[in-house]
């Protein structure tokens, strides 16, 4: 947990009906994971600049008719922010069965089975089924790299993979092509991975992927298992160096 | 007038079927026809996914069998990456694989067929069931449950789980095993075996009480199909495959270096009535070449068992039926050796030396285009047959199922008993039972071989040839 210091930069406001402290500019997020207020996500990585896209933080403001991602919301003084409601437990329930609609998501024979976010996601919203049609949408992987693997099948857009290519590795290798449900992600051009000219096979992509859309190549089911202790210290060696 | 008697479904087996007898003006019956009604398609749907997937996705084939497929994708893999897998990896999948033919067997020979056998085959429906048999038998369906739970219990202990472990994977095994799961299941073999021989004791008695059945469910010379090993001893995981006439004389032998070659003894038939394949020994036509697969086959396939118990009891079959017994009845004896076989050579492998070896995976990326992988399922040989393209995805998919193989003796069985017991002038609800009985001989598993799942409703209907409905008979 960072420490804060009281100094006239500090605000206070309410979190679940707690009294909170903290610096102007953080996010309603940060604060509330540094009090242990817990606010899931999928597409916020610590280390990674901040995309708003998976809605799964939104959170409720007094005072607000609509909601706010948390990720994306720096507090306010006075502000009261309530992260749990049976309105946003039925929002979020709602934008994980859409994910899980919207794609192939098999988790049984998923290399990631047993190490993934969004199946973690699933269960700790407690999803026993997806009320939504499935699209079942034929959708190809991408075995054309050496030892890494794009199934767009088990994507769910978080873009975490663009951010960390463009972001930390400097190779913005990877993009997003398309719009809404047509939207995917591409290497280059839209090559085939294994004919990238900028990829440099760091293989941080892989790491930060939620699901097992981006692996090792050469996984069977649930043997992949992702890395991603190594951003924030990165993160932080990178801002000390400057 | 001619009618038409459909069973539908079939019960006491794994998957969907219906049986149909034609009935001729006189009310005998002129034909019968074993169908599958059920439809998977994993051929299809595997296509385009990477290679190393493969044993997970086809273990979806199946929640009793799942371990056979794995066996035999991991070794369609293995032959794909081109690599030989450690040989404690071998003896730790050939654990994996024996202990659910152990599991499988008791499913089929305790829970599915011996109510038959207890009660009759007249018995009151109401009675003649697992239930019936927990009631009245409970030490006999509590040997049946535990040597099931046994088998499953050393699946899990190897693989993390009793359905679908993820263990089996191209190379290899995922993890080594370790001496305190070694000695917990060494604890369990001999309590495990005494099981078995109070079965055998068991069927030794009420064996010859069935000797029309004998007679008549499925009793006619067919070829024998199943793996050997190199001394031609009784082989589940990897050898030669070898088939041999109705004398138990060799007729054709592919090498496991030649499993790639399997297309030249075996090609597949369709009908119009089933959804399941009819494979057939090529060398000899459709439908001259039919043969046989599973448990029965594989004892006169094989000189012997290779395990000391196994092989007295076999000596016994033997000399009581013969080398080489044609009637499909005698799959329950023979499915009973080969749990106690399972069981003691679970044993051995695991006193080997090496069995605790860490090397457990040997690792490569694709090698070859294509791959086959030749395993015993519990019901007979399983082939997957697989192609990818230079990325190592799927790019097309054979499966020949162990049910698959014996859909032309199911039928001709079905037909051969049809024609001894059911009179289509009255019809019984044992004459029937006797029609689903010699299917359930065999322990088909549908659900795998055509890549669907079901309640079973038994529903007879006695129809005119006009198509009006003059008997019905319905079991819930």
């Known amino acids: 947990m960072t420490s804060v210091t009281l100094t006239a930069e500090s605000i206070t406001l309410q979190i679940d009906g707690k009294d909170i402290s903290c610096r102007s500019g953080e996010t309603i997020l940060q604060v509330a994971r540094e009090n242990n207020i817990d606010i899931p996500t999928l597409c916020f990585l610590e280390g990674l600049t901040v995309w708003g896209g998976c809605r799964l933080c939104m959170v409720e403001i007094a005072g607000s008719p609509k909601l706010h991602a948390a990720c994306a919301t720096t507090c306010a003084e006075g502000m009261a922010v309530s992260t749990t409601s049976p309105r946003l437990k039925e929002y979020r329930k709602m934008i994980v069965e859409m994910l899980f609609a919207e794609r192939n998501h098999v988790c049984s024979v998923c290399v990631s089975n047993g190490h993934c976010e969004l199946q973690n996601m699933a269960v700790k919203l407690e999803i026993d089924h997806v009320r939504f049609p499935y699209r079942f949408p034929r959708l190809e992987v991408d075995n054309s790299h050496d030892y890494m693997r794009l199934d767009q099948n088990r ?83 990178r801002e000390a160096k400057s | 007038m001619t009618r038409t008697i459909t069973i539908d479904g079939v019960t006491r087996i794994e998957g969907h079927a219906k049986i149909t007898i034609h009935l001729d003006d006189a009310g005998k019956v002129r034909d019968a026809q074993f169908h599958v009604t059920q439809f998977r398609g994993f051929e299809k749907f595997v296509e385009g996914r990477p290679l190393t997937e493969m044993p997970g996705i086809m273990a979806r084939i199946c929640g009793i069998c799942p371990v056979s497929h794995l066996m035999a994708a991991a070794k369609a893999c293995d032959d794909i990456l081109a690599v030989q897998i450690p040989p404690t990896a071998d ?42 048999l927990i ?169 012997r068992c290779g395990t000391v118990r196994a092989d007295m009891e076999l000596g016994v079959f033997r000399t009581r039926l013969g080398r080489a017994p044609q009637s499909s009845f005698h799959y329950h004896w023979a499915r009973l050796i080969e749990i106690l076989y399972g069981i003691e050579m679970i044993q051995r492998l695991l006193q080997y030396p090496d069995i605790l070896n860490t090397h457990i995976r040997s690792r490569a990326r694709p090698n070859r285009l294509e791959g086959v992988g030749i395993s015993e399922a519990p019901r007979g040989t399983l082939i997957h047959h697989y192609k990818i393209d230079e990325n190592g995805l799927i790019r097309w998919a054979n499966l020949i199922i162990a049910t698959g193989h ?30 689903e009985a010699v299917i359930r001989c065999f322990d088909p598993c549908l659900s795998c071989s055509t890549h669907a799942l079901g309640q079973m409703p038994l529903r007879i209907e006695l129809c005119a040839s006009d198509g009006e409905v003059c008997d019905v008979l319905q079991r819930n």
């Open chain 2, 91 to 132: 003896k730790l999948r050939r654990i994996m694989n024996l202990a659910q033919m152990v599991q499988s067997h008791a499913l089929s020979f305790f829970h599915l067929s011996s109510p038959d056998l207890l009660f009759g085959m007249d018995g009151d429906p109401m009675r003649r069931n697992i239930f019936g």
């Open chain 2, 406 to 435: 014996n859909n032309l003796a199911m039928n001709l069985g079905v037909r051969q008993v049809a024609e001894r017991f059911v009179d289509g002038n009255k019809l019984q609800e044992g004459m029937l039972n006797r029609v």
């Open chain 1, 155 to 237: 994507c769910i857009l978080c873009v975490r993979c663009v951010r960390v290519c463009g972001e930390i590795e400097g190779a913005h290798t990877k993009d997003v092509k398309g719009r809404g449900v047509l939207a995917a992600i591409i290497h280059d051009l839209d090559q085939p991975w294994g004919e990238s000219q900028t990829c440099t096979g760091c293989g941080k992509c892989v790491n930060v992927c939620p699901t097992g859309a981006l692996t090792q190549r050469g996984t069977a089911v649930g043997e992949m298992t992702k890395k991603t202790d190594f951003l924030p210290y990165l993160t932080l060696m």
């Open chain 2, 135 to 303: 009631r009245e038998h409970p030490d006999f369906a509590r040997d049946g449950i535990l040597l099931r739970k046994f088998g499953q219990d050393v699946i899990a202990l190897l693989g993390g789980k009793k359905i679908h472990p993820a263990w089996v994977v191209p190379g290899g095994v995922n993890a080594p095993l370790t001496e305190e799961t070694r000695d917990t299941i060494l604890k369990q073999i001999p309590e495990a075996i005494a099981r078995v021989d109070r079965a055998l004791d068991y069927f030794h008695q009420v064996e010859d009480r069935y000797p029309a059945e004998v007679d008549a469910f499925a009793n006619f010379p067919t070829l024998f199909a199943g793996l050997v090993t190199p001394d031609g001893l009784l082989e589940h995981y990897d050898g030669a495959m070898k088939f041999v006439d109705h004398n138990a004389t060799p007729v054709a032998e592919l090498s496991p270096s030649n499993h790639s070659h399997y297309g030249s003894l075996i090609s597949e038939a369709v009908e119009n009535y089933s959804y399941l394949k009819f494979p057939y020994f090529k060398p000899h036509g459709y439908p001259a070449g039919i043969y046989r697969v599973g448990p029965l086959a594989r004892l006169i396939v094989a000189e």
